[in-house]
């Protein structure tokens, strides 16, 4: 279903959005394996989980491999409004009636 797998690519995008405001100096939260089988199932194949991410501040690598957030570049403001906004968006009771 779809909605099921939107719903749980917003959990996961909030996780990771959360896990870099707990902690912006643990470079494991900044980095992203885009070949990730879990990633790419769950966030990367879906529409518009990777271009998300690049809006709160990831930068992909030269290869393509890689989703990165520079240190210097958490911006905590940012991603907080993100946090907020995926949050909203799941509590929603009309998430994912509207595009059917």
Request: aromatic share 8%; charged share 25%; glycine share 8%.
């Amino acid at each position: 279903d779809d909605n099921v797998r939107v719903k749980r690519a917003f959990q996961i995008l909030l996780k990771i959005v959360a896990n870099i405001v707990k902690n912006p100096e643990e470079e494991k939260f900044r980095r992203i394996r885009l070949n990730n089988p879990v990633f790419k199932d769950r966030v990367g194949n879906l529409q518009g989980g990777v271009e998300f991410l690049e809006l709160c501040g990831f930068q992909k690598l030269r290869n393509n491999s890689y989703l990165v957030m520079p240190r210097g570049k958490v911006d905590v403001a940012l991603l907080n409004a993100a946090g907020v906004q995926i949050a909203s968006a799941m509590e929603n009771p009309y998430f994912g009636l509207l595009s059917k």
